[in-house]
Every structure is written in C-alpha cells, then in structure tokens.
C-alpha cells in the first residue's frame, strides 16, 4: 500500500471512531480526548485533542495542526503528505459545515470516512498501475553503467578512456547531459501520471452534509463555501453541484442523496482517471528512454568500448 492510502485510510479510521464515540452521547471534546489516548494514536490526533481539550473549537484546532508542521518532505514523500493534510481538512471543512448547518455530527463523520476510503481506494490502485512503469524507469536509468561493466568484463579497460582521453571526456559529458535530462523527464512523466484531485467530490459531500442537515439550500451554498475557502480546499465543480440542486428541486426529491451519489461517481471518475494515466505512462516513458536513456548508454558504454578495443588493436590510446 502507498504512504499516501495508508496515511487516508488512518484518517478514515479516526473519523468512525469519533462518529461512533460522538453517536453514543460522548461530548465532542471528550470523544478526541478517547481516541487520542488509545494505543497508536499519532502525535497530531494528541495535539488535536489538547487543543480541543483548551477550548478550541475542532476546525481550528485541526487548522492549527496542519500549519504547525512545518516540513519540507523530499520528492517522494511530498504528495503523501499532501494527501494526508487535504484528508485532516475535509474533516475539518465538513465539521464546520455540520456545526453551521445544524447536521448531525456523526452522520457527517461517517459520510466523510466514506468519502475518505474511496479516495484510499483511488490511491491504491493508482499506486499499484504505476508501480510498473516507475521500477522501468529505474531500470533503464542503470543502462549506462551496464555498459561500463559489459566492457570491463570483456576484458577492456573502457573506464581508463573516459578518464583520460578527450575522446573519452566527450563522450562521458555528453553521457552525463543525456541521463541527467532523460531522469528529469521520466520524474515529470511519473510526476504528472500520479497528479490529480486529493479530494475528489468533497464540495458535493459537504452540501449533502449542510442540506441534509435542515439548511436552504443558499445557507448550505454559503457554508460550504466558507468552509472550503477557510480550510484552503479547492472548490470542485460547482457547476455539477448546481445542476445537482436544481435536479432534486425540479424532480422533488431529497438531495442529499443525489449530491452523494455525485460525489462517489467524481471519485470513481478519479480512480479511472488514474488507471488511464498509468496505462499511458507505460507508452510515453519509451520517449525519454529512445530519446535519451539508449543514446547515453552508446555514449557512456559502447563508444568507449569501441574506442578501448581500437586501442588496444593498436596499443596505445588516442590523444
């Protein structure tokens, strides 16, 4: 499993134990302060639960946390965290959303642990297609140095030309150049495959949650209008919200439950996404390697070699 589903599916955790904490009578703050005391509870569940313990209210607190850590994660890590931070803000966002429009808080953390494995869900198998392009990637980046060793095995001394022959600084140069932009554009490739939305659908959820609550539907708009803006989430379609509302009112049904059935099908519509991405990525990474990979390769490997073997034919190296 990626860093970024395990870190989702945490979160998910959190919240159906505070919504089953919460549906039994437990206080808000008494629920937090229980669920960070059980075992393997992490250090920002204990940092939210003593803030709401001195009084501050749960989206605040789940605020304060998200800008307290300050981190600067390297590459690798950097959209597991993000993803991890954006499933902490639609909690927080869907809290603020039920304690304005009067939503049970419960039910509203359950939708959200709903919600929330549907995204680990998105992330696993996104994770699991790109897994084979990315150990590709890895593997033909080592082309170069194969080539090193296949001509030491032949007996060759293929090193001593790069070192110590124009010929050979050339050709190592121009190697180098060729691998270095052949990596940077794999790491864009895999970079851009594995972009997409960390919350998928949540605007739509949060409306559910604000229209199911009891609220007009201009209140449920304005909350969770201010709700995404204060917990610095992206505001989604609200075009297919609106066509969404204005279908329940046309039709004369609940919509909450249609707002719900949107939003699980822009999640599943991210999943395919993903997996779409992933199936291309495996065609487009021969791009970097005939463009790049292979000719650092005859830089760095068999001109060298060639070179070496000419040398030794007539016994000396070139100057």
Do not use: N, Y
Request: a neutral charge; aromatic letters at 2%.
């Amino acid at each position: 499993m990626s860093a970024a589903a395990r870190d989702t599916e945490d979160v998910a955790a959190l919240a159906c134990r505070l919504a089953v904490l919460l549906a039994a009578g437990t206080a808000p703050a008494s629920a937090w302060t229980h669920v960070a005391d059980s075992a393997g509870s992490s250090r920002r569940v204990q940092r939210v639960a003593a803030s709401v313990a001195e009084g501050l209210s749960v989206p605040d607190a789940i605020l304060a946390s998200v800008r307290a850590i300050e981190r600067k994660p390297p590459a690798r890590q950097r959209a597991a965290s993000q993803h991890t931070d954006a499933a902490w803000l639609a909690i927080a966002a869907a809290w603020q959303v039920a304690s304005d429009a009067g939503a049970p808080l419960a039910g509203t953390l359950e939708s959200v642990a709903d919600a929330l494995r549907d995204v680990e869900q998105t992330e696993r198998e996104v994770a699991t297609a790109l897994a084979g392009p990315a150990s590709t990637s890895k593997l033909v980046m080592v082309l170069p140095g194969i080539g090193l060793l296949f001509g030491a095995a032949l007996g060759f001394d293929t090193i001593t030309v790069l070192a110590t022959t124009p010929a050979g600084w050339a050709c190592l140069l121009i190697g180098s150049a060729l691998l270095l932009a052949g990596r940077a554009w794999t790491r864009r490739l895999l970079g851009a495959a594995g972009r997409r939305s960390t919350t998928p659908g949540l605007e739509l959820d949060l409306l559910a949650i604000a229209v199911g609550g009891g609220a007009s539907v201009d209140r449920a708009r304005e909350a969770v209008r201010a709700a995404l803006e204060r917990c610095q989430l992206p505001m989604g379609d609200l075009a297919l919200a609106e066509e969404t509302l204005d279908l329940s009112q046309r039709a004369g049904v609940p919509a909450a439950g249609l707002l719900r059935a949107e939003a699980s099908q822009q999640r599943s519509r991210s999943r395919g996404d993903g997996a779409r991405a992933a199936a291309k990525l495996g065609v487009t990474l021969m791009l970097p390697l005939g463009a790049c990979i292979l000719p650092a390769f005859v830089a760095v490997g068999v001109v060298p070699l060639m070179i070496a073997v000419i040398s030794s034919s007539l016994g000396t190296l070139p100057a």
